[in-house]
């Protein structure tokens, strides 16, 4: 049955699978020597937003569903990882898998009302949920309101390594980030990621195949929701706060524009795009007041010129090259 | 490093063959935080990087072989952004002394950092009295104003004018709570009552429900427990509804002189409110404000802004007795030390706390036949002097407070 | 809730109620323009906040800088910002349609962005002070009614029963209509679909400017106004059935009463119960009350 539906989908030659491989081991080489030269807690940063990002494009990219809310996830893992980090007294690793396990849990909940919708419908219905977490997080007691979850402390990693440094606390991110990046290679490249790809090409022939899709999108959607959820609870850590700011509507859309500057549906674009946005960030604080005229700026140029995003226009220029030798 | 390249930096001045290897990197660093372009941009934004370097100007550090520089960055009212930045300068950029950070949240995350990497920290911007309570450290001084000095100021003067019985229109935030319990236990503390309150969510487009709610109670003041466009929009739209001619009367807990100037006299006529500093009351202040308007397209200066100023003249002065700016928690023991003393604020000295104690002034806005000039808004009511100003010592439990 | 309704005495009730519909006329002339944008043009228009704002500036600017009062900004002001529109239409969303959804609301996104960040650079974020044109008011039983507020409940009225009629019942609209199921046909008989399209934007832009009038004396004139108000506006046309025209009008005000109510009963929800009622239409009415399943 798999082998019908992966032949009708461009299924992925072993050799490209070895050059995003490739690329992977280069990325992650570039990640070990970064901090020589840039500021650990500013790739950190990088780290989580990339993973967030990953972790969207699951969604959007591989089986087609515009998530318009995954700030829920990112933003109560924030919550409930480091509260149980600082109130509870978690160890780090505890906190960030228990962020991390309430995404997924959140995400089994609130797919469960999503995946039977599609198309706008499913932004919409993820929308108004994220919406209503938001209020839940305003409102409860142990979030602290919008001054947020403050000082939460970092400790020790499984007991032995001190993550309080931010250099060594940088490496262990870099693994966190590395790990999930694999599961999510791995995932797309299995018979399950190829079946989402399938329902992402055509919906009613994977169901007439005998899929049984909604059991899929709910699985894609579960995993997702747990990676942003571990994305979020990292980044409460990196930061020693949590804060309303990761739980807003506008997060959402940020995670949109990431990914799709750096190209949907590819492995690497949302990494490249949320380095992008989150440099941009950082580099647009000096030019004060016109931060939002050039951020709307480059969206209006990414979508009027480069559709497919840095690494989708860097994919295609490379084919089309190979394609004229 | 993006930052460090980028921020325009100032006032780089190089006295010939005097390197002071005291201070960090040679230089010392002001980072000046807050929001460039968002909600609380008018309130210190660019005027208050403007402000910082004014003050190293008038300071003369040239002149005293001190090689200053001031840059800036916009936290987008975003703490994790805030946070960035500030670990970031403090680790990477030298930067030395962080200014500003309206946003309470923001502030909050600083403090911490400011803490934990020993350097200095001085609030002109955030309003929460929990940086001088709770959240208090010995890395942090909170410079112009906070949630208890403008809920006492204003909720006293009010009570004993005869306004007893108060209704609240709150943020549903966390800093809309503070100042209403804060104003609450005041009104109550002076004889008077809280017959409700209502808290709306925060940028709230329309507050007519609200506000009739606030009718319905029949309480004599109405006070707007909000900020900046959540209280210009109740303040336009009691107007409207005819609240203050059914004889009920608005007291803003936090206005800003920019808040009047979004309002119009015509609409903001009457109000009372409590502000630090105003640009109007001296020719010192006068000069400053003139000054100021030139270079910021004629809008007047914020107390914020005054308040960036005032901080950075006597931070210059500390680390210039010191001769050192390198541990942030002896320059802000040095600061406490000294007494306060500039053109913009006169007097004054620091708390333990981290509390700058000044006076504060109660003030009312003019009627629109009684401004002359533009930018003439208020007037100077009341001083408060800075005992009766800020939340007595005892109150804060601020654990560097040995009792 | 009948509990709390008993504790509220229905003289306030009323007034409530009242408030709510005046609110209610703001979401239904809003998200009137967007399901007339998105029913005809199939963008999703996240602009529109921004052109709500440029309408309020406009205003702003013609009493200000032209001595042009309150109803002669009524006029020119959506003409105004609608040609704004028309020119964005033409240059950078048209180029779009045979796309996804996803990259006309992109890039509408972007375009709010940017025309968000050059009003707050140039005219600070506090905002501006636009007086009010009718002051005063009636006093009714319940509640004291501003005369500005009877104001713009009339002028929705009008406004949204005019588009309405002028789509579903007028020939004009026929061919509109027709343009957005077949436009291949349409362009066929002779009519000129790539402009009706255009000006159909223009005229959705316009909408949004003219409520952008309308809030100008009775909220505040600030580059942040149109960012707070779109994702409600949103919500109320998804509710509605995107691109029913009757179904925004008739959600906007229904909305704004279910708005006005939270107000009173719990106020702390009253921006997210248009979420709530969002998410269960969805899954009891995936199309929205008035839309029908593609």
Same mark, same amino acid.
């Given at each position: ?5 992966? @032949? ?40 989580? *937003? ?53 995404? $997924? ?34 409102? @409860?007691?142990? =979030? ?53 790809? @399938? ?36 980044? @409460? ?10 739980? =807003? ?35 647009? $604080? ?40 | ?377 208020? =007037? ?24 | ?140 039983? *319940? ?125 702390? $929800? ?25």
């Amino acid at each position: 049955m798999s082998t019908a539906v992966t @032949a009708t989908v461009t299924s992925k030659s072993a050799g490209a699978k070895n050059r995003e491989l490739i690329a992977f081991a280069v990325l992650i080489g570039i990640g070990l020597v970064a901090p020589i030269a840039i500021y650990p807690v500013f790739l950190m940063k990088v780290l989580c *937003f990339a993973l967030f990002a990953c972790a969207f494009n699951l969604l959007i990219g591989y089986v087609g569903l515009l998530s318009f809310g995954h700030a829920m996830f990112f933003g109560l893992a924030a919550y409930v990882g480091g509260y149980s980090v600082k109130a509870w007294g978690f160890s780090p690793e505890l906190g960030i898998l228990y962020g991390t396990a309430c995404g $997924a849990v959140l995400g089994l909940v609130t797919g469960l009302l999503a995946i039977r919708r599609q198309g706008i419908y499913f932004a919409m219905v993820t929308l108004a949920l994220s919406q209503m977490v938001f209020f839940y997080c305003l409102q @409860a007691k142990f =979030t602290g309101g919008e001054d947020g979850i403050q000082a939460i402390p970092r400790g020790h990693f499984l007991g032995l390594i001190n993550i309080q440094d931010d250099l060594t606390f940088y490496y262990v991110v870099l693994a966190i980030f590395a790990g999930a990046f694999l599961l999510i290679w791995r995932t797309v490249n299995s018979p399950f990621g190829q079946v989402l790809k @399938a329902i992402r090409e055509n919906e009613p022939r994977a169901i007439s195949l005998g899929y049984r899709v909604d059991h899929y999108k709910l699985m894609a959607f579960v995993l997702s929701a747990a990676l942003a959820g571990l994305a979020g609870a990292t980044k @409460a850590l990196v930061f020693q706060l949590a804060s309303l700011t990761d739980v =807003t509507w506008q997060m959402s859309g940020e995670v949109v524009l990431m990914t799709l500057v750096g190209g949907m549906g590819t492995i690497f674009g949302p990494v490249v795009g949320a380095a992008v946005i989150i440099t941009m960030q950082n580099y647009l $604080a000096g030019f004060g007041e016109w931060v939002l005229v050039i951020q709307g700026f480059i969206f209006v140029v990414v979508v009027m010129a480069f559709r497919k995003g840095i690494v989708g226009e860097i994919q295609d220029w490379w084919t089309k090259r190979a394609n004229k030798a | 490093m993006r930052l460090n390249t980028l921020a325009v930096s100032t006032a780089v001045l190089l006295a010939a063959g005097s390197a002071h290897a005291q201070y960090t990197n040679g230089t010392i660093k002001i980072g000046v935080m807050n929001d460039q372009s968002g909600l609380y941009a008018d309130v210190s934004g660019p005027g208050g990087t403007w402000a910082a370097k004014k003050a190293v100007e008038d300071y003369g550090a040239a002149k005293k072989g001190l090689k200053v520089e001031v840059v800036f960055a916009d936290h987008q009212n975003k703490p994790d952004v805030g946070s960035n930045i500030a670990r970031q300068w403090y680790d990477v950029d030298g930067v030395d002394v962080i200014v500003d950070v309206p946003t309470s949240s923001v502030a909050l995350a600083i403090t911490q950092i400011a803490k934990e990497k020993n350097k200095v920290f001085l609030g002109s911007g955030p309003a929460s009295s929990d940086l001088t309570g709770k959240a208090c450290n010995a890395n942090f001084i909170h410079w112009t104003y906070d949630t208890w000095a403008l809920a006492n100021g204003t909720g006293k003067a009010i009570v004993q004018t005869g306004g007893k019985s108060w209704y609240f229109l709150t943020a549903d935030y966390a800093f809309g709570h503070a100042l209403e319990k804060d104003t609450g236990d005041v009104v109550k503390k002076n004889g008077g009552t809280v017959v409700g309150a209502v808290r709306h969510p925060l940028s709230t487009n329309d507050f007519s429900s609200f506000l009739l709610q606030a009718q319905s109670s029949k309480a004599q003041i109405v006070g707007l427990a909000n900020a900046g466009g959540d209280t210009i929009n109740s303040i336009k739209q009691a107007a409207e509804f005819g609240i203050v001619e059914g004889g009920q009367k608005l007291a803003g807990m936090l206005m800003f002189i920019t808040d009047v100037h979004a309002l119009g006299l015509k609409t903001a006529q009457g109000l009372n409110f409590t502000t630090a500093w105003y640009w109007d009351m001296n020719d010192a202040n006068r000069a400053f404000a003139k000054e100021f308007a030139a270079a910021n397209g004629g809008k007047h200066p914020t107390m914020v802004q005054a308040g960036i100023y005032s901080s950075v003249i006597h931070y210059l002065k500390a680390v210039e007795a010191m001769k050192s700016d390198a541990d942030g928690a002896k320059v802000v023991a040095k600061m406490k030390s000294m007494p306060t003393e500039d053109k913009l604020f006169g007097k004054g000295t620091i708390r333990e706390d981290g509390r700058h104690m000044h006076d504060m002034y109660l003030v009312e806005v003019k009627k629109p036949a009684e401004s002359k000039k533009p930018w003439d808004y208020v =007037t100077v009511k009341k001083t408060i002097p800075a005992a009766e100003a800020f939340r007595p010592l005892k109150d804060g439990g601020c654990e560097l407070v040995k009792s | 809730m009948l509990f709390e309704l008993i504790g509220i005495p229905p003289q306030a009730l009323f007034g409530q109620l009242l408030l709510g519909l005046i609110n209610g006329a703001f979401y239904a002339m809003m998200s009137l323009g967007l399901a007339v944008i998105f029913g005809l043009l199939n963008v999703i228009n996240f602009t529109h906040g921004a052109q709500y704002m440029m309408g309020a500036f406009a205003a702003w600017m013609l009493l200000e800088w032209a001595g042009i009062p309150y109803w002669g900004a009524l006029v020119l002001a959506p003409i105004i910002v609608g040609v704004t529109g028309i020119v964005m239409e033409k240059l950078l969303l048209k180029r779009l349609y045979h796309l996804d959804h996803l990259y006309g609301l992109l890039l509408t996104f972007g375009l709010a962005l940017m025309i968000e960040g050059f009003f707050r650079k140039q005219f600070g974020s506090s905002g501006l002070p636009y007086s009010n044109p009718l002051p005063g008011g009636t006093r009714l039983s *319940f509640m004291f009614l501003p005369n500005y507020r009877a104001w713009i409940v009339v002028a929705s009225l009008v406004i949204c029963f005019g588009t309405w009629f002028m789509i579903e019942r007028t020939k004009l609209g026929s061919y509109l209509r027709a343009a957005t199921e077949r436009p291949d046909l349409v362009q066929a008989f002779g009519i000129n679909v790539p402009r009706m399209i255009t000006l159909t934007y223009g005229f959705g832009v316009g909408l949004a400017a003219l409520a952008g009038v309308l809030a100008a004396p009775a909220y505040n004139v600030s580059p942040l106004m149109g960012s707070n108000l779109i994702i409600i506006v949103f919500a109320v046309v998804v509710i509605g059935g995107m691109g029913s025209i009757l179904g925004a009008i008739i959600t906007g005000f229904g909305l704004g009463i279910i708005e006005g109510l939270t107000k009173v009963f719990y106020p702390e $929800a009253s921006n997210t119960v248009i979420f709530i009622v969002m998410a269960i239409v969805l899954m009891v009415k995936p199309a929205g009350l008035f839309g029908t399943p593609k």
